[in-house]
């Protein structure tokens, strides 16, 4: 019949097809994969979540395989700003599971941290290849609306232009040029101070770590900065003296150290979003990560993440080393 003899294929036709089109995707994907460390990269100091940027990067790979490469003349470029909207779109969802920015319990958050191997070698050429973002940084992001976030993240960690970036946001140039401003304003603004020196930070953590060990109360307060502070971040069902919570004040932070004294017989050193820090372990598991700015020689800042369940998401297979 007409019809039959119009859909009728040459003999191996349709396999070759077939096999050109498998091919086609494992090279979209082969590509993909190049861009995967800047994409995660992008999500992660977006969200502040591994787990939700994992979520972020595949959505990004979805929408590239239903697009397909073809008209795409920077494929690094455009992976970036797919990754950039679905987390916007990521952000607006959380913020309208809350009834204000600032919900209860949100001034103790914690982002998920990033563990890495205290440097063996030259620390200053070893820190190159750590996480550049930290956990104080991370918590200042959280503060921003959503918009405010993606044009600081994009335009000021990422270079992305600011045309580019209002495409996303819906806003013009100038408004999202705007809104990076203000968003650079209050990470400036909120973010201690930190001695970049691996050296330094690693001489206050240890001295912490040899007095809370000891349990000696002055010398905890020593090494504190007199305005210090610590933001522990439990989870929801934590309660008593192990719940969330902001403190300040050398004495105080120091009497909270000591009630936890026995953790630090369990910490070892590690790099924890690039700064010096500490995991505690035990049976092979974490009980916390603590992030620590030091400036003077002083600790200013300890962010401790305890919350077991995403302490059990962590990876700690760079530890090994």
Same mark, same amino acid.
């Given at each position: ?16 097809r077939?096999?050109q ?9 082969e ?8 994409l995660?990269?992008?999500?992660y @100091?977006?969200?502040g ?8 990067v595949?959505?990004?790979w979805? @929408? ?8 795409i003349?920077?494929?690094g ?7 950039? @909207? ?6 607006r969802?959380?913020t ?15 982002p ?8 063996q ?5 070893e820190a ?8 104080a ?9 959503p918009?405010e976030?993606l044009?600081f ?5 990422f270079? #992305?232009?600011?045309d ?9 140039p100038?408004a999202?040029?705007?809104l990076?401003?203000r968003? @650079? ?6 973010t201690?101070?930190a001695?970049?020196?691996l050296?330094r930070?690693?001489r206050a #953590? ?12 002055e ?7 007199p305005? #210090? ?6 989870g ?6 192990a ?5 300040r ?10 009630h936890f ?6 910490a070892?050193?590690v ?7 500490t995991?505690?372990v035990?049976e092979?598991r974490?009980?916390?990560v ?6 003077d020689?002083?600790?200013?800042g ?5 919350d077991?369940e995403?302490?059990?998401?962590l ?6 080393a």
């Open positions: 019949m007409a019809g039959e003899r119009g859909e009728r294929r040459v003999p191996g036709e349709q396999n070759a077939g096999r089109s498998v091919r086609g995707r494992q090279r979209l994907a590509r993909f994969e190049e861009h995967r460390g800047q995660k990269a992008v999500a @100091r977006m969200l979540s591994l787990t939700e940027a994992e979520d972020a595949q959505e990004a979805l @929408r590239l395989d239903r697009a397909g490469a073809d008209g003349d920077n494929l470029a455009w992976l970036t700003t797919v990754t950039g @909207r679905v987390c916007l779109d990521m952000l969802s959380r309208s599971r809350r009834e204000e920015p600032m919900a209860e319990g949100f001034d103790t958050f914690v998920d941290p990033v563990l890495r191997a205290l440097p070698g030259d620390p200053e050429q190159l290849h750590t996480d550049s973002v930290g956990l940084l991370l918590v200042v992001l959280e503060t921003l609306e918009a976030r044009a993240v994009l335009h000021d960690m270079s #992305v232009p600011f580019d970036i209002a495409a996303i946001v819906e806003r013009s100038a999202t040029r705007q990076a401003s968003a @650079r304003r209050r990470a400036r603004e909120a201690p101070a001695d970049p020196d050296g930070q690693r #953590v240890e001295a912490f770590l040899a007095a809370s060990r000891a349990g000696d109360f010398a905890l307060v020593s090494v504190l900065h305005d #210090v502070v610590l933001r522990a971040d439990a929801a069902l934590a309660s008593g003296v719940a969330s919570k902001t403190v004040g050398a004495r105080t932070v120091a009497t909270g150290a000591f004294r026995h953790l630090a017989g369990l070892r050193l790099l924890v979003n690039g700064a010096v820090g995991v505690a035990s092979g974490p009980r916390s603590t992030y620590v700015t030091v400036v020689g002083l600790i200013t300890l962010y401790i993440l305890s077991p995403r302490l059990a998401r990876d700690l297979t760079a530890l090994e």
